[in-house]
């Protein structure tokens, strides 16, 4: 049996909003570990229950936060957009004992990941060395894994017109990306902000030191089967053994079990 509250408000001195988290976890248990969740440009913590709910269903606390570009809240974007979602996610792992205070479940700080989706991607990736804008590596020594799901690549010449002007972040440096991740990719996720094709969401596999594993799926577009949620409208290659195939590998790496794939995807690490 899960149990999932929302919203709970984690302090954000300064913040535009309050800073409102869904948390899920198991019933039962303790020591629990921990998955910090960042969802997809314009999503919010309602989102992508495919993969929080198995999740949770599956020992894990998940701790969902919405970012300031929700389209629930209606904010205009900022060049800090991307900053301020990383933020987010630090002031959740400085007040881990609110998580556990309402979840009513100690929690094992030694078993800290974080995963995101899309720009969510990025910015876990952030927690995990990635580097934006030229900026500094700022790896969190609180985060012992990570999964990127569809994570844009390389900025400059490999995104479009349309992508350079209205989303100046996107500018990812993954050489000090050392912390160990799980890359998830569609191999027909065609992103519209790039000229490159699909390849483009490997980058973070591709061009970040070991140790890295690179799941890629077959016939998945940019919502890798439907898991930014169970009634998603941007769901284009609606797909449930996909997402099953996903839930699979992504709980095995969070766990540090072995993955196995099937006719579905294909894994390779390095």
Known sequence: MLISIKPVVVPAPGRATPLRVRISGPAEGRDLPVVLFSHGFGSSLDGYGPLADHWSDHGFVVVQPTHLDSRTLGL????????????DL????????????????????????????SFGGQTAGVLLGLRVLGGASQPDPRISRGVLLATAGLGGDDLTAYAQSQFPWMQPDFTDLTT?????????????LSVRGPDWLTDAYH?????????????????????????????????PPRVALIQRVTTAYLRGEPLVTDDLGRLESR
């Open 90 to 117: 630090r002031r959740i792992l400085d007040h881990l004992d609110l998580v556990e205070e309402v979840l009513g479940r100690s929690l094992d700080r030694g078993r800290v990941a974080v995963a995101g989706h």
């Open 180 to 192: 160990p991740a799980l890359v998830v990719a569609g191999d027909q996720d065609d992103s519209p």
């Open 207 to 239: 061009l970040s030191p070991p140790p890295k594993t690179l799941l890629t799926v077959f016939g998945a577009e940019h919502s890798l089967g439907g898991i930014p949620g169970y009634e998603a409208r941007e769901t284009t290659d609606e797909s």
């Open 76 to 87: 205009p974007l900022t060049p800090d957009t991307w900053r301020t979602r990383v933020d």
